[in-house]
């Protein structure tokens, strides 16, 4: 029986993962020998792993980032401000995955707070990339991108606020899905930029990813900002035939700046997609380039206000000074460089004077951004673009050009700006790096996108 | 548009942000760096915006008004409904236990 009937057949299971998962001992001992990735900031215990119910994922262990709220593990958001924090209630997606019969391997590791696209942000130290050990896996959520890489698990939940999830999902040669914003709940999940932040899923394969979408899917009356719709059967999507689907190719994701290896990489895949059976056709998306300066303009305004809860009185660490103030500026002294360098960011372009110039553009330039994918999509089912202009970077390679580390994302915030939904599947390799390719698909197109992933991914199963 | 460190060290006041020295001239070297970055959003002041700016994704039914009283009771003045209202504070009953005039 293949690897997709025992995932589609709810009966074989348990058989199927209990054969194929590590064990909680396994994953411990792996990360605290030599070859350990840092990819968990905590492992289960035995204890932990609470009764569930009976579902498609019974049996199967799930490693969650750790900016979701668990109550039996800590959730530290790869912070020092958050080190040891215990909520006092569980995140939506977390109940879902336990009525779907999951069990919780552990919390993985990200850059602190979700804020970067390397995992090097942690407070708790980088995550290595197991393909590369001198190389980073991606961020942020990539501690579950390594971890599901690794084999340490099957399926892993991350964030997405920029391209947390594709970004190190193709970093680490594995599948990552963003889904539509109000998919999933947030409830639960902390907050880094409200209007941008959804939970999404990693997963070995497209159907392991797409199964995981559909179990935490759904409304939820505790996160006003789910939506009210009725969650397909994603994993079915995943085998379904494109035939007929039209994939748009838009000409600003392909820059001539790309290297002609991942340039030749992508051709390929698009060339797969139409052997498939899906028509290509060219589109243009003409707010492209100015994705980048509007996304940290308005995921850093959003922060600064969200973070402010951190003040040492109604959360986690609180270091001791003479007088109110003084005790919330030195509190919140332990946020890391990145953190400050983008709550500074957030509070002066919030500040009076300023307000329009960048926050009320960067507003007016989102609509315009979200604008261009409503028009492509009127002609095209899905687009098709790279998911990162590059495979993974040497550790501290951009750590200190903050710049240099925000374009990592140019290929992957336009589908937060415009709510869409966004998938990164493998499409080979780069000098024995993996390389991510980029679905996007209109409000609510998960099934659309998962279906040409899955047609690519069995395109290069064909090959092997 | 550029900051100078004393503008990065009244925005850290703002954000409530212990900053040390070397933190102060990295930053300031930082938000300049990605400033000039952001900057290229005013290159889109001249072209086209769509008609509804304030739409993102599908468009959403509107909220029906019609079970709602209005005016707003907050955009009064407290004491125009309050049951009863003294020299700026509500007047409520005692908490059970407490003695309003404050004697033992």
């Given at each position: 029986m293949s690897l997709q009937d025992e995932i589609l057949s709810s009966s074989e299971v348990l058989d199927f993962r209990g054969s194929t998962l590590r064990s909680l001992d396994d994953i411990k001992e792996l990360e605290d020998g030599p070859e350990g990735l840092n990819a968990f900031l905590a492992v289960a215990e035995p204890e932990d792993l609470e009764a569930c119910g009976q579902g498609p994922l019974e049996g199967?262990?799930?490693?969650?980032?750790?900016?979701?709220?668990?109550?039996?593990?800590?959730?530290?958001?790869?912070?020092?401000?958050?080190?040891?924090?215990?909520?006092?209630?569980?995140?939506?997606?977390?109940?879902?995955?336990?009525q779907a019969g999951a069990l919780i391997a552990g919390k993985t590791n990200l850059d602190e707070f979700?804020?970067?696209?390397?995992?090097?942000?942690?407070?708790?130290?980088?995550?290595?990339?197991?393909?590369?050990?001198?190389?980073?896996?991606?961020?942020?959520?990539?501690?579950?991108?390594?971890?599901?890489?690794a084999g340490y698990v099957r399926m892993a939940l991350g964030s997405d606020t920029g391209g947390s999830v594709r970004q190190p999902a193709a970093f680490c040669g594995v599948v990552g899905i963003k889904p539509t914003y109000g998919r999933i709940s947030r409830y639960g999940l902390i907050a880094f930029a409200s209007s941008l932040d959804q939970i999404g899923t990693i997963g070995a394969t497209v159907l392991e990813a797409s199964l995981l979408l559909e179990v935490v899917s759904g409304h939820d009356t505790r996160d006003s900002t789910s939506a009210e719709k009725p969650v397909p059967r994603y994993r079915d999507a995943a085998v379904q035939s494109i035939k007929g689907m039209v994939v748009g190719i838009p000409t600003e994701y392909?820059?001539?700046?790309?290297?002609?290896?991942?340039?030749?990489?992508?051709?390929?895949?698009?060339?797969?997609?139409?052997?498939?059976?899906?028509?290509?056709?060219p589109v243009s998306l003409p707010h492209t380039e100015f994705a980048i300066p509007c996304y940290y303009v308005l995921a850093t305004a959003e922060a600064s206000s969200n973070l402010a809860r951190y003040d040492g009185v109604r959360f986690g660490a609180r270091l001791p000074a003479e007088g109110l103030d003084r005790m919330y500026e030195l509190t919140r002294g332990k946020f890391g460089a990145e953190v400050k360098r983008r709550i500074m960011l957030g509070t002066y372009v919030l500040s009076s004077g300023y307000y329009d110039a960048y926050y009320g553009t960067a507003q007016r330039t989102r609509a315009s951004i979200a604008h261009d994918f409503?028009?492509?999509?009127?002609?095209?089912?899905?687009?098709?673009?790279?998911?990162?202009?590059?495979?993974?970077?040497?550790?501290?390679?951009?750590?200190?050009?903050?710049?240099?580390?925000?374009?990592?994302?140019?290929?992957?915030?336009?589908?937060?700006?415009?709510?869409?939904?966004?998938?990164s599947v493998p499409i080979g390799t780069v000098g024995g790096l993996p390389l991510g390719g980029q679905l996007l698909g209109p409000w609510w197109g998960e099934s659309h996108i998962i279906a040409a992933a899955g047609a690519l991914e069995a395109s290069y199963g064909e090959d092997t | 548009m550029s900051v100078s460190a004393r503008d990065v060290q009244r925005i850290g006041e703002l954000a409530r942000l212990h900053l040390e020295d070397d933190e102060l001239e990295r930053l300031t070297l930082d938000l300049n760096a990605i400033l000039r970055h952001v900057d290229s959003l005013r290159d889109l002041g001249s072209t086209k915006q769509p008609e509804d700016s304030s739409q993102i994704g599908p468009k959403l039914t509107p909220v029906s008004h019609e079970h709602f009283e209005g005016p707003d009771k907050l955009h009064?003045?407290?004491?125009?409904?309050?049951?009863?209202?003294?020299?700026?504070?509500?007047?409520?009953?005692?908490?059970?236990?407490?003695?309003?005039?404050?004697?033992?």
């Open positions: 199967v262990m799930v490693a969650l980032k750790d900016n979701i709220c668990t109550k039996r593990l800590p959730t530290t958001c790869g912070s020092r401000i958050l080190k040891g924090y215990r909520s006092p209630y569980e995140a939506t997606a977390v109940q879902r995955l336990r979700g804020m970067g696209s390397s995992t090097e942000n942690s407070a708790f130290g980088p995550t290595l990339n197991p393909v590369d050990r001198s190389l980073v896996p991606g961020g942020s959520s990539g501690g579950s991108a390594a971890a599901v890489a392909f820059p001539e700046q790309l290297d002609p290896p991942v340039r030749a990489l992508l051709d390929e895949a698009c060339e797969r997609l139409v052997a498939a059976g899906a028509e290509g056709r409503t028009t492509a999509f009127n002609e095209v089912d899905v687009l098709f673009t790279p998911t990162s202009p590059t495979p993974a970077f040497p550790l501290g390679e951009r750590v200190l050009d903050p710049v240099a580390m925000y374009l990592s994302d140019v290929f992957t915030v336009t589908a937060n700006l415009a709510g869409i939904p966004g998938l | 009064e003045m407290p004491e125009d409904f309050a049951p009863e209202w003294k020299e700026g504070f509500f007047i409520v009953p005692a908490p059970p236990g407490v003695n309003p005039s404050g004697d033992q």
